[in-house]
């Protein structure tokens, strides 16, 4: 069964402190496919990152990077020097390879204060 | 660039009511989903396509029915509304092939039901 965990319910930070967002998928795919998506308080899901299963390799796009490690089955999300304006959902995705489904953790609620 | 539309954007329906939430999206996209989420939860998948003329349950199916007789359109049609469909819905959209391809939301369709 396909499944994604974010244990995480909610974490409340300081501007400009780092943060880490964890993400732990249960998947018996070989081929499979993670993403992070932002949900803002406006409601829209915005796309961050696809990672596909065969590429481990860390990302790292501006303030945001991508730690991502089969062996764990972890794609963990951290942003550098939190800002205001990162205030949000953040939901991980798995989708699987045959059925092209999505499935999404529960999300975890970032607070960053001034 | 429309992408994946839905509407009505908010709508309150009294108990016993039907409705159709209308999507559509424009990139030839042979997958569309609709997903719930409800209040400080994450997404829950309802009904699935890969295509026109097939459609598929997800995890919450029941007080729900799909259609998709053309690649564009997908609507959600919910008989006899009752309180536990408050909710907010998505509409979303992919396109299967081996780079796994992200998955597109629309914004968003808030409903209550009183």
């Known amino acids: 069964a396909q499944k994604v965990t974010q244990a995480q319910t909610e974490i409340s930070v300081v501007e400009k402190e780092d943060v880490t967002l964890d993400c732990v998928y249960e998947t018996r795919d070989t081929t499979y496919y993670l993403f992070w998506y932002k949900q803002p308080p406006s409601g829209e899901l915005v796309f961050l990152i696809r990672r596909n299963s065969f590429d481990e390799q860390n990302e790292i796009s501006g303030r945001y990077s991508w730690n991502f490690q089969k062996s764990t089955s972890s794609f963990n999300f951290t942003i550098t020097a939190s800002q205001v304006v990162d205030s949000a959902v953040y939901f991980c995705a798995l989708r699987d390879y045959n059925f092209n489904k999505f499935y999404f953790g529960s999300g975890t609620k970032l607070n960053v204060k001034p | 660039n429309a992408g994946v539309t839905q509407t009505p954007k908010f709508r309150i329906l009294k108990i016993g009511q039907s409705m159709t939430l209308q999507c559509t999206q424009d990139m030839n996209h042979n997958y569309m989903y609709w997903y719930r989420q409800d209040p400080g939860m994450g997404l829950k998948l309802i009904y699935y396509s890969v295509g026109a003329g097939i459609t598929d349950k997800g995890e919450v199916p029941n007080g729900y029915n799909v259609s998709r007789s053309t690649t564009e359109d997908f609507p959600l049609r919910l008989e006899l509304a009752a309180p536990s469909q408050t909710s907010v819905y998505f509409c979303?959209?992919?396109?299967?092939?081996?780079?796994?391809?992200?998955?597109?939301f629309g914004e968003g369709s808030w409903l209550t039901v009183v």
């Open positions: 979303a959209s992919s396109l299967q092939g081996d780079s796994g391809n992200t998955i597109y």
